[in-house]
C-alpha cells in the first residue's frame, strides 16, 4: 500500500506567478484535503475535495483552487503568486469525508515566492 | 469560529521526567480533539484521538470540556519523544477540516 505522495518537493517561483501542485492520495482513498503551513505556525486548511467535488474551504482567496481527478489524486493552484503564499503545502487523503476518517499526510511541497 | 492555542512553543525537558503539552480550544459544539506528532525529517502523523481513549507511546490525553483543554501527558519521557506536536479539533459541522494550534516543540535531553 503507498502512502500519500506529493511533488514537486521544492519549489521557487517569482511574484504574480502562477503554480500547480500535485497529490497523489493513498490507495482506496476517496477524500483529499489541503494545508498551508506558514513557517513557525501549524497547517492552515484550505479545501477538501471529495469524489472530485469541493467539500469545504478555508478562509483563502479565490485564486486558490483545486481540482480532484476520477483516480482521486488532487491539484493545487495558485494564481498571482505573492510573497505570503512561501509555505510548505500539505496534502492528506482519508477513507471518506465524515468526521472520524483519519487524515494521512504527505511530507508536503514547500514553495518559496521570490 | 474554531480555534486552536497551543501556549507553549517549546518544551524542554530531561529524559524520565514527565511532559505536559497544552492545548486550549474554542468551539461551541461537540469537537473531535487529536494530538498529531511530527519527528524530525518525517510527515505529519496522528498520534492519538480523545474518542478512542488510547495510550499511544505512553501519551495520554483527556478531553475536558469545562476548561475546553485536551492536554497531552507522558509520565516519563523518552529521547525518541523529540519531536513537533500539534493539537488539532475537527467538527461534525466542519465536516473532516482539521483546525491546528501553533504547536509545541518537545526536546528530551538526555
Known amino acids: ?114 | 469560529a474554531q480555534r486552536v492555542t497551543q501556549p507553549e512553543k517549546l518544551l524542554s525537558v530531561f529524559k524520565g521526567a514527565p511532559v505536559e503539552l497544552k492545548c486550549n480550544y474554542s468551539y461551541s459544539g461537540s469537537p473531535e480533539l487529536f494530538w498529531y506528532v511530527q519527528y524530525s525529517r518525517q510527515r505529519l502523523q496522528l498520534l492519538l484521538r480523545h474518542i478512542s481513549r488510547e495510550s499511544i507511546k505512553g501519551f495520554t490525553a483527556d478531553l475536558n470540556k469545562g476548561e475546553t483543554s485536551f492536554h497531552l501527558k507522558k509520565p516519563f519521557a523518552q529521547e525518541e519523544d523529540s519531536a513537533m506536536y500539534y493539537c488539532a479539533l475537527a467538527s461534525k459541522a466542519a465536516g473532516n477540516k482539521l483546525t491546528f494550534g501553533g504547536g509545541t516543540r518537545v526536546l528530551v535531553k538526555p
Open chain 1, 1 to 114: 500500500e503507498t502512502g500519500v505522495t506529493q511533488s514537486p518537493t521544492h519549489l521557487i517561483k517569482t511574484r504574480g506567478q502562477q503554480v500547480t501542485l500535485r497529490c497523489s492520495s493513498q490507495s482506496g482513498h476517496n477524500t483529499v484535503s489541503w494545508y498551508q503551513q506558514a513557517l513557525g505556525q501549524g497547517p492552515q486548511f484550505i479545501f477538501q475535495y471529495y469524489r472530485e467535488e469541493e467539500n469545504g474551504r478555508g478562509n483563502f482567496p479565490p485564486r486558490f483552487s483545486g481540482l480532484q481527478f476520477p483516480n482521486y489524486s488532487s491539484e493545487l493552484n495558485v494564481n498571482a503568486l505573492e510573497l505570503d503564499d512561501s509555505a510548505l503545502y500539505l496534502c492528506a487523503s482519508s477513507l471518506a469525508a465524515g468526521l472520524g476518517n483519519e487524515q494521512f499526510f504527505g511530507p508536503g511541497t514547500r514553495l518559496t515566492v521570490l
